[in-house]
């Protein structure tokens, strides 16, 4: 299965730190979900001689409903936390299963953000995906992968050499939870989140 990758994003006056999906990824979900459902109405219509579809009413009917309901599942698989500095709390949803999950809870729960390095050769020849993991204080929760990057790393060189940008932004991130962090990039890591 592929990960949907998060990227952090400041709201409300730097108030909510938000890792969710691209927006083109929400822009997308959202097409699929009332295209769809605008082009299943058309078709059923088709099946009362009010319109006349192409392809006919039952292939545009079983095709747009197939869209909106792609749709619907992208939307209940999506993984976000958001995190509320003022309020001091954060809401966590989990996009597994059936219908996923939403936990919320308080920021002093939140134990560490962790920068990994998993080397992936899948993905690039010589390709290192570095991982900025939040960590919960007694494992109350399961670590949280809530922004990643994959370069390229020259054959001899550090694993840590592309860690850089990735590195600040997670140094600003983990000021803003207030919270400790840790630079663990220059050695190899496995991805701590299991992608089925």
Known sequence: ????????????EDRLLVFSAPTAYHAL?????????VATVYGLMGFVGI??????????????LAVGLAGVFAAYSLVMIRLDTKSGTYRRRD????FGRTVGGSMSELDALVLIAEPNSRMTAGGVTYHLVLHWKGAAQPPMVVQQDTRAIP????LNL???ALRERGIRYAQTLRVPFYDNAHFASANPVRIL
């Open 155 to 158: 054959p001899g060189q550090p």
């Open 95 to 98: 996009g597994g299963g059936a």
């Open 51 to 64: 319109t006349d579809p192409p392809n006919g009413a039952m292939w545009w009917t079983l095709t747009s």
């Open 29 to 37: 979900i959202r097409f699929c979900v009332i295209g769809g459902a």
């Open 1 to 12: 299965m592929l990960e949907t990758p998060l990227y952090g994003k400041y709201a409300n």
């Open 162 to 164: 592309g860690a850089q």
